[in-house]
């Protein structure tokens, strides 16, 4: 049997791992200045982490959520305490598109309304709704076209005052920054006013942090740097360090009930376990101000090469816009540099997202070989 042909793939084959780092089958070493979608948040193969799947998985893998699991409970206490979030609820699933798919049915099950409030360049995923609501036709089957949603600019508040005033609005769905589209990022002001208006037409406001979330920005989660109070909260990517975790964090606003959410996987021991540990060592080692310190490194760096018209970002989710595309720059930092970095739908975007464990030695390779 052959694999199903919808992957592009680089030739390199990394086969191990270790916190920046992977190694191919000849054992060259790849600075990872990707993290695999932003999916690596304390580094590959971290030790305490390793340790904690181990030790789980000859205890007890998998049961159904038929059962008590401490895990889960756990999971949710250490995450709300290090989020800031310890009044929201937690439903656990496995991946980022089921976590924004379950968001926008909890959201229409909330209102009793259909209707989403996208933004232009999103991307929530490739399930029914959360496909339905990333504005990138080439991956919208005519079964997801049957989703009610309303692309609107990113920023613009009018339109969406407009929108919400028909009464037909569920939820407005909203990456804090755009991680495909390319690293957008509207002001306060708008964010700001997006909850009141959420709030003043009964309609529940999704913070998407699939990809800005878990400590990437610097904060936990990329919109605490408003004053904002959303109503479900998506994370996935660095929950779970490449181990299949994602969740939705609910306000206390909305009430649950049997049945109305549910999956197979999800919440599972080995899940809770990474997740566990992700949290322990983003806390322990103070990740978040690493990511902190070492984005403004990045940038003072950034600043300095005129070829660079824009920096773009926060914290270790940044991107560099040049003056042409850099598809090729891509391929020659990995073939002839050995460095992943990674691309976005503007293509004359450079992605950054490392694991969070970067160092400032690491930066300076990166721009070492940037100006060759």
Same mark, same amino acid.
């Given at each position: @049997?052959?694999?199903?042909? =919808? &992957? ?50 000859? %205890? ?17 206490? %250490? ?8 009044? &929201? ?49 080439? #991956? ?59 709030? =003043? ?8 942090? #699939?990809?800005? +979330?878990? +400590? *990437? ?7 605490? %740097? ?18 299949? =975790? ?12 049997? +049945? ?5 996987? +999800? ?46 970002? *926060?914290?270790? @989710? ?28 503007? %293509? ?25």
């Amino acid at each position: @049997m052959k694999l199903f042909d =919808v &992957y592009p793939l680089y030739d390199v084959t990394p086969v191990r791992g270790k916190d920046v780092y992977v190694y191919d089958t000849e054992g060259t070493p790849y600075l990872d200045l990707y993290g695999g979608h932003a999916v690596i948040s304390i580094g590959h193969s971290h030790p305490e982490y390793v340790a904690a799947i181990s030790e789980q998985v000859k %205890k007890l893998g998998f049961y159904s959520n038929a059962i008590q699991n401490p895990l889960q409970v756990e999971l949710a206490d %250490k995450l709300g305490a290090l989020s800031g979030c310890d009044d &929201y609820q937690l439903f656990l699933c496995n991946s980022g598109a089921e976590a924004n798919e379950n968001a926008l049915k909890l959201a229409s099950f909330h209102t009793g309304k259909s209707r989403v409030i996208a933004f232009n360049n999103a991307f929530h995923g490739r399930t029914s709704a959360a496909v339905a609501a990333t504005d990138n036709k080439n #991956i919208n089957a005519p079964i997801n076209v049957q989703h009610q949603v309303t692309f609107l600019e990113l920023g613009d508040t009018k339109s969406l005052e407009q929108e919400l005033q028909k009464g037909d609005v569920c939820a407005v769905i909203v990456e804090f920054i755009q991680g495909v589209g390319g690293l957008d990022e509207a002001t306060a002001d708008f964010y700001e006013e997006t909850g009141r208006l959420c709030k =003043v037409h009964n309609t529940v406001f999704i913070a998407d942090e #699939i990809q800005c +979330g878990y +400590g *990437r920005t610097g904060d936990f989660f990329a919109f605490r %740097k408003y004053e904002v109070t959303p109503d479900i909260i998506s994370t996935a990517k660095g929950m779970g360090n490449g181990f299949p =975790v994602a969740g939705i964090l609910i306000h206390p606003s909305i009430p649950a009930k049997y +049945g109305m959410l549910g999956t197979t996987f +999800g919440g599972n021991h080995l899940a809770c376990a990474a997740a566990i540990a992700v949290l322990d060592v983003l806390k322990k080692e103070k990740l978040m101000e690493n990511a902190r310190e070492i984005s403004a490194y990045f940038i003072e760096k950034a600043q300095r090469i005129p070829q660079i018209r824009k920096i773009k970002g *926060r914290g270790l @989710m940044l991107g560099i816009e040049l003056d042409f595309e850099v598809g090729e720059l891509r391929k020659k930092l990995i073939y002839d540099h050995h460095i992943f970095t990674g691309g976005s739908s503007n %293509k004359k975007l450079l992605r950054i997202l490392p694991p969070l464990t970067v160092k400032k030695e690491h930066i300076d390779t990166f721009f070492e070989a940037l100006n060759t």
